[in-house]
């Protein structure tokens, strides 16, 4: 589990740090077809806690995508780093995330912070040229379907 135990960290007096987690991101968060997560994620954060119990968190979120580039389905894999920006209050106010004061589960964060953060597309790099000549026919072959007139 990927918990903030801020009871403790008042108890201690250390009240500002930094944490890291690692953790396997569900296959669900991907929606690029032909796409998967290559290993692990790793969160790394720094936190601060505030004397109204308010806890601000920052950090990124990395992880490996691999699978089929979108535009010319070659093999390729991409690193994408996303930013945490987050803030943790003991009341729900609609906007921010909310705890019960004493430990904060940062799952959901991490969750949305993937989420967000993930490219529309995977890309084989900028040299992309897309489908190769000829491939089109593959693509949309008329075999099989009725045309209108």
Excluded at 22 to 35: C, H, K, R
Excluded at 50 to 65: N, P, T, W
């Amino acid at each position: 589990m990927m918990i903030l135990d801020v009871k403790k960290l008042n108890g201690l007096k250390e009240y500002t740090g930094t944490a890291e987690f690692t953790f396997e991101p569900e296959a669900a968060l991907i929606d690029i077809p032909y796409v998967s997560f290559d290993g692990n994620a790793v969160a790394r954060i720094s936190y601060e806690i505030f004397e109204d119990g308010a806890v601000e968190v920052k950090g990124d979120v990395s992880y490996r995508l691999k699978g089929l580039c979108s535009r010319c389905l070659k093999e390729t894999a991409t690193d994408v780093k996303s930013r945490v920006d987050a803030v943790y209050l003991t009341e729900d106010n609609g906007e921010d995330y909310a705890y019960d004061g004493n430990k904060i589960d940062l799952s959901e964060l991490f969750k949305d912070t993937i989420v967000f953060g993930m490219p529309g597309a995977l890309s084989c790099g900028d040299g992309c040229k897309g489908v190769p000549d000829g491939t089109e026919a593959l693509i949309s072959d008329d075999e099989g379907v009725e045309k209108a007139d």
